[in-house]
């Protein structure tokens, strides 16, 4: 079975966001950067059905040449093979360029399925594993916490909770199929994977020039980091004096009727 993953370098979530003078960009020397948690989610995946199966995992990503790092990652955990889609550091691009780049990786492959985290914790589009099956022309299933496939008859059972209602859907193989956190438990990378992915070969290729990202659907202004919640405690009273003030305060919160 071959597999292919589209990841993507993110900021580490809960760390400090500092941009760079231009507010253009994330300053790398002050913020680590990770792949999205869905996006480990179906690295695993993938690497679960190749045990089971056979075949092969190929990780794909589209940013600058320091994504390489998030690659060399997955390949730690057991991926076979790796693909950078290389832009120039800081070009932000959308959801429609990001899946006319991917496409050209998943067109050329023979893959049996190609999995996506459900959306980016940085933007959050939801888009690209969507357009990414409209222009493959293959079937898709997103938001997906279970994922079982049947590769001798040519089908996967993909499930998901939406509003409280499991819903299942059959997808003929090939197919599409973005995962969430939660449909497993990544594994943490051996010390013979580490090795072995830094001596692996990672492909690259061009990806898309500014001016076309920009074109396709978005271009950058400026970054600006949301302040942060103010706190605010307000002091009731002292001892018993305290005590009708606190009652009133649970009764506006209906605790106390």
């Not at 370098?9 to 300053?27: K, Q």
């Not at 909770?161 to 497993?184: D, H, M, Q, S, W």
């Not at 898309?208 to 920009?214: D, M, Q, R, S, W």
């Not at 600006?224 to 706190?231: E, F, G, L, T």
Request: hydrophobic letters at 50%; one cysteine or more; proline letters at 6%.
């Amino acid at each position: 079975m071959e597999i292919l993953v589209c990841v993507k370098r993110v900021p580490t979530v809960g760390g400090a966001i500092t941009l760079t003078a231009d507010r253009r960009a994330i300053d790398a020397l002050a913020s680590g950067f990770t792949i999205s948690p869905h996006e480990e989610c179906a690295v695993e995946e993938a690497i679960r059905l190749v045990e089971r199966f056979g075949g092969s995992v190929t990780v794909v990503t589209l940013g600058p040449a320091a994504a390489e790092e998030q690659l060399r990652a997955c390949l730690a955990l057991g991926a076979s093979g790796a693909v950078l889609i290389e832009t120039e550091p800081g070009l932000e691009v959308g959801p429609i360029a990001t899946a006319a780049a991917l496409h050209s990786v998943a067109a050329e492959g023979n893959f049996d399925l190609v999995l996506l985290g459900n959306e980016a914790s940085d933007t959050g589009d939801y888009q690209v594993g969507i357009r990414l099956a409209h222009l493959l022309g293959r079937p898709v299933a997103t938001g997906i916490k279970a994922l079982a496939v049947d590769d001798a008859a040519g089908w996967a059972s993909a499930s998901r909770a939406y509003r409280g209602v499991l819903e299942t859907f059959a997808l003929e193989l090939p197919c599409v199929v973005t995962v969430k956190e939660g449909i497993n438990l990544p594994r943490y990378p051996s010390l013979p994977g580490r090795l072995r992915a830094k001596r692996a070969a990672i492909t690259r290729v061009p990806g898309p020039e500014p001016a076309a990202a920009a074109a396709a659907d978005v271009r950058m202004a400026s970054l600006r980091v949301p302040d942060a919640p103010k706190k605010q405690a307000t002091v009731l009273g002292q001892g018993a004096e305290a005590v009708p003030a606190l009652v009133n305060v649970l009764v506006e919160l209906g605790v106390v009727s």
